[in-house]
């Protein structure tokens, strides 16, 4: 197994900051949507506009930085992401007026996709045994910062959101001499190295078959799917905690809790990955969300079961893109579109489930997200199949077992 160049520690510090930032950037605009409504005098639909411009910025900056991604090196691209998030997040602080403002979330949006894109699919190919487990790590600290930011805000007050702006701003250029840690190389096989799945030097890659176009829909369901889940549980937890009958204090702080799963939930599948292989951990997770979902329904038991729901749906999103990239290798930008459309599910899926619940009552909450689990779970069995019957052997190629073999003596070890 060839060793890729992988970012020094000085690199994969300054990414996991990233991650922070824009976790928390993502998290900044619910709280202080009153005092954008208090300063620029608009109402609270056109407030929550800004998140929607922010994901809109994402969606671009991810298709942006995935084009680009052939003609310039990764450093290069991190560091504009970073200037542009900056920019967009000074703009927010300073902007007069009200459309100013909107537009500046939108630029900062797209310094957020460039760096929530960029440093997965750095990190999906700097890294092979230890990918999922280095991408878990990074999407943990989004998580960090998304549970930093509403913290930040709810100390200083949602009227100081232009400070916490400038800061946010100042913080991301600081960031930038940090990528001295990612060498131009970083990602990329050495010379005469095969990456998984690649074609050796002087061989023609084949192109994109109508199975590999199957298979990167399936996993684009998959991501909408899993992001949609989550934002919706974020989103109507308390809604539904409360209506069977707990405080709206107790909803909220159960809300946190979730949120907090997500996090720990990246942290603790760490050292797993180092034995499961990538596909036995999504599918053991999406299992472990349906269990938790089936029991939310059960009202002493609901608070506890949407903290589970955190734990088990964390690990889908990074530990899935090396079984994407493995899956369908000779879609290079693959991982763009699937996290393009999770940034879309999330901000699709929660009306779609709110318009639900205006049908069948609140208290099918936890149906209607199993439903949505289950989907998720069909389409992975889905696409084993499809690896399974696509392969020449008849098996699932590198992923055909769960579990890392123990390597015997003068052996080097190898993950599924």
């Known amino acids: 197994m060839h060793t890729r160049s992988a970012p020094s520690p000085v690199g994969v510090v300054t990414a996991c900051a990233a991650f922070v930032l824009i976790g928390a950037l993502q998290a900044l605009y619910g709280p202080v949507v009153s005092a954008f409504r ?23 900056g991810v298709l942006v930085h995935a084009g680009l991604s052939r003609r310039f090196p990764a450093r290069a691209l991190l560091a504009v992401s970073l200037v542009v998030m900056a920019a967009g997040g000074a703009g927010v602080a300073l902007a007069p007026r009200w459309p100013l403002a909107l537009s500046a979330a939108l ?34 600290h989004f998580g960090v910062g998304a549970v930093a930011g509403p913290f930040l805000v709810a100390a200083l007050g949602p009227h100081r959101y232009p400070a916490i702006f400038l800061g946010f701003a ?17 990602g990329r096989a050495p010379a005469g190295a095969t990456a998984p799945g690649a074609t050796a030097p002087g061989v023609t890659a084949p192109g994109v078959t109508a199975r590999s176009l199957a298979l990167l829909a399936a996993f684009v369901t998959v991501y909408v799917m899993n992001v949609g889940i989550e934002a919706a549980v974020g989103g109507w937890e308390p809604t539904h905690l409360e209506t069977i009958g707990h405080s709206a204090a107790g909803a909220a702080s159960a809300t946190s809790v979730y949120w907090l799963m997500l996090t720990v939930g990246r942290f603790l599948v760490v050292p797993l990955t180092l034995r499961w292989s990538d596909r036995t951990i999504v599918v053991g997770s999406c299992v472990g969300a349906a269990v938790c979902l089936a029991l939310s329904a059960v009202p002493p038991l609901a608070a506890v079961a949407y903290a589970g729901v955190g734990l088990f749906i964390a690990p889908v999103f990074p530990t899935a893109l090396p079984w994407l990239r493995r899956a369908v290798p000779e879609a ?20 779609l489930v709110g318009g639900g619940i205006t049908w069948t009552g609140v208290a099918a909450l936890p149906v209607l997200l199993s439903v949505l689990n289950g989907l998720c779970l069909a389409t992975l069995w889905w696409i084993i199949r499809a690896q399974r019957t696509g392969s020449p052997s008849g098996e699932a190629g590198p992923a055909r077992s769960g579990c890392v073999r123990t390597p015997g003596p003068g052996s080097v070890p190898k993950r599924p």
């Open 38 to 60: 208090a300063d620029f005098g608009i109402g609270l639909g056109t407030a929550g506009l800004a998140l929607g411009a922010h994901f809109v910025g994402g969606v671009a």
């Open 107 to 140: 630029v900062a949006g797209i310094g957020f996709g460039g760096i929530d894109y960029g440093l997965n699919d750095l990190f999906t190919r700097a890294y092979t045994r230890r990918g999922p487990a280095m991408l878990n790590i990074l999407n943990a």
């Open 332 to 351: 290079r930008e693959a991982g763009a579109y699937v996290i393009a459309a999770s940034m879309i599910g999330g901000v699709v899926v929660p009306p």
């Open 170 to 186: 100042v913080a991301s250029l600081l960031l930038v001499p940090g990528l001295r840690g990612i060498r131009p190389g970083d």
